[in-house]
Nanobody, 125 residues
Framework: QLQLVESGGGLVQPGGSLRLSCAAS????????IGWFRQAPGKEREGVAC????????TYADSVKGRFTVSRDNAKNTVYLQMNSLKPEDTALYYC??????????????????WGRGTQVTVSS
């Protein structure tokens, strides 16, 4: 079964950048569509971005369009989330997960599995 591990989180000032990584172990993510989600304290988990297995289909939440970029390197078995122009409201625990239908079907949580444990992103001055 696919096992995903997120990394790259940290503390950054408003306007700064971070790149998150979602690495797969135990098996290849080459044929998986991967979604990024985030959950802030007291709020529901929300979808951020999704990239299809071949990288040709990419979707973003409206709140991050133009600031976040999702990409993948199947040779490295890793999906990335480049986050620029970060805002305090981007502060959250960020997760990656594999879409159970094999494509970016939206951001409904039941559509995703193999959730990682998350990496914390804090945007603060």
């Amino acid at each position: 079964q696919l096992q995903l591990v997120e990394s790259g989180g940290g503390l950054v000032q408003p306007g700064g950048s971070l790149r998150l990584s979602c690495a797969a172990s135990r098996s290849s993510l080459e044929y998986s569509s991967i979604g990024w989600f985030r959950q802030a304290p007291g709020k529901e988990r929300e979808g951020v971005a999704c990239i299809s297995s071949h990288g040709m289909t990419i979707t973003y939440a409206d709140s991050v369009k133009g600031r976040f970029t999702v990409s993948r390197d199947n040779a490295k078995n890793t999906v990335y989330l480049q986050m620029n122009s970060l805002k305090p409201e981007d502060t959250a625990l960020y997760y990656c997960a594999s879409n159970l239908y094999g494509y970016c079907s939206g951001f409904s949580r039941p559509d995703y599995g193999s959730w990682g444990r998350g990496t914390q992103v804090t945007v603060s001055s």
